[in-house]
């Protein structure tokens, strides 16, 4: 069973930045990945970021200018960083780990991740 635990959620003003962070215990496959992914008020939960063996990355198409996901060994914490933060970035960001090694077209999909975080709340203010 894995633990994963967000942090670093607060309140910022548009363009401001922020970095999250989320903190894996417990037993984890060897070759699994950590994802990032928000849900928006009345929103469905989409993908930011995800990170396997804290080297292959990939980030979604439409974040790609502004954030940046970063683990420095599979036993660090994993980083999502957020920079030129919009009100519509505003979302719960939750942080997920996979049961196994993800190519880079499924890394932002929910259903590829079996662990999740109660997720770290971000507000945007205009």
């Known amino acids: 069973q894995v633990q994963l635990v967000e942090s670093g959620g607060g309140a910022v003003q548009s363009g401001g930045s922020l970095t999250l962070s989320c903190a894996a215990s417990g037993v984890m496959a060897r070759d699994a990945c950590l994802g990032w992914f928000r849900q928006a008020p009345g929103k469905e939960r989409e993908g930011v970021a995800a990170?396997?063996?804290?080297?292959?990355?990939t980030v979604a198409d439409s974040l790609q200018a502004r954030v940046t996901i970063s683990q420095h060994s599979t036993k660090d914490p994993m980083y999502l960083r957020i920079n030129g933060l919009k009100p519509e970035d505003t979302a719960v960001y939750y942080c997920a780990a996979s049961p196994d090694w993800l190519d880079k077209t499924k890394r932002l999909e929910i259903a590829r991740y079996n662990n999740w975080g109660q997720g770290t709340q971000v507000t945007v203010s205009s």
């Open positions: 990170i396997c063996e804290a080297y292959y990355f």
